[in-house]
């Protein structure tokens, strides 16, 4: 059997199809797994990382204003269409998979020109314009929210799965966590991160939150700032004289996300769709500040999803200051019984099996 499946441009595609082809892999013994990407997206180092195959077409983003950029995206856009094409007929797939990104648009396109079974997954609520210009062409699209209804026409083809959040993030023990980390069973632990990248206002709000909070003995605080930040917030804590005290944790960033996150009582994050599931898998409370430089404003939308349950607190980016932050968690310090709702809330919104479910309605759409 041989899956082709293409996803690109940032880690919320491209994590979301190496776990499904991970799974795949599991489960289907001699099994052929292909990645299509683009050169300058993430997946040309995550795919390889991961052990698989990448192959590499040419196709650029539409900008939303027309401009002397929207030629050359037509242009890329044909040449992709080409690359697919020639990858498709070369590699002869059995099954085609989408997880978002305007590179998979050329692949499962042609794919399904070529009446090749086709699959999209959607991660967020709102879903990207690739996705659903695809919709309207494969055989099956699965979703993570139920929300995400409301955005697709083609009702019989949608299957809610959830998103696939790796194992480290499932079933993890508070405890095993501090003590590996050196990190005391009975202090408040708030960890803060804005994504692989990092997030500017996050870093720099959370700078002066950190200064307020350094040498307390009850709380400790967790910044990854993510490379493009790091050195800056080093500068701007130097620049006040501030020295790290014992309880205050400043990382460029974390390779083992899963086992800081299971350290943590309360999470401040962005609203991507991969970042909440695994918060939601560890039955995280958390507070969320959605990017609002994203498309189509997605990760408030997806942050809604947590707020109205009430397994998160909703802080638009524009109201995200030092005070405001130590405000909350202060409330939350003093009151233990609203974070055990939290939690519970979170969990219950939960999908830890989202990967075999996706698996799942694979298996089905081959054997069908």
């Known amino acids: 059997m041989k899956v082709l499946i293409s996803g690109g ?12 082809a991970n799974k795949i892999r599991e489960e289907i013994k001699g099994v052929e797994i292909l990645f299509v990407g683009t050169e300058k997206g993430l997946e040309s180092q995550l795919v390889p990382k991961a052990g698989y195959k990448l192959e590499i077409i040419t196709i650029r983003g539409f900008k939303r204003k027309l401009s002397i950029d929207t030629i050359f995206s037509i242009k890329d856009l044909f040449l992709g269409i080409k690359d697919a094409a020639k990858i498709i007929k070369k590699f002869k797939p059995d099954l085609v998979i989408g997880t978002g990104g305007y590179v998979c648009g050329p692949v499962v396109f042609i794919a399904s020109l070529l009446n090749i079974k086709t699959i999209i997954h959607e991660q967020n609520v709102v879903p990207g314009m690739t996705n659903k210009i695809l919709s309207k062409f494969v055989d099956k699209i699965l979703v993570s929210f139920e929300e995400s209804k409301d955005y ?27 003590k590996a980390l ?12 804005g994504g692989s990248r990092g997030a500017k206002k996050i870093n720099e709000t959370m700078a002066e939150v950190l200064m307020k909070f ?38 460029e960033y974390a390779y083992d996300m899963a086992m800081y996150m299971g350290a943590s009582d309360l999470v401040m994050c962005r609203a991507g769709a991969i970042t909440l599931a ?15 430089y994203v498309a189509n404003n997605h990760q408030e939308y997806n942050a809604k999803v947590l707020e109205k349950t009430g397994a998160a607190v909703l802080l638009p980016e524009k109201e995200l200051t030092s005070k405001n932050i130590i405000n909350l968690v202060n409330v939350f310090l003093n009151d233990k019984n609203r974070l055990k709702e939290m939690e519970a809330k979170s969990k219950e919104l939960a999908k ?9 309605n694979i298996l089905n759409l081959i054997r069908s």
């Open 182 to 193: 050196g990190i005391a069973d009975d202090s408040f632990v708030v960890m803060a991160f």
């Open 214 to 251: 350094n040498g307390r003995k009850d709380i400790y605080m967790i910044l990854i700032t993510g490379s493009n930040h790091y050195k800056n917030i080093l500068e701007m804590l130097n620049k006040h004289n501030f020295k790290l005290k014992d309880n205050i944790r400043v990382m």
């Open 352 to 360: 830890p099996n989202a990967t075999d479910m996706i698996y799942t």
């Open 278 to 292: 695994e918060v939601t898998a560890m039955g995280l409370p958390t507070i969320l500040i959605p990017s609002p």
């Open 152 to 178: 697709f026409y083609n009702s019989n083809k949608i299957v809610v799965t959830g998103n696939p959040v790796r194992k480290d993030f499932i079933d993890v023990n508070k405890h095993a966590c501090r």
């Open 9 to 20: 441009g940032t880690g919320g595609h491209i994590y979301p199809a190496i776990a499904i």
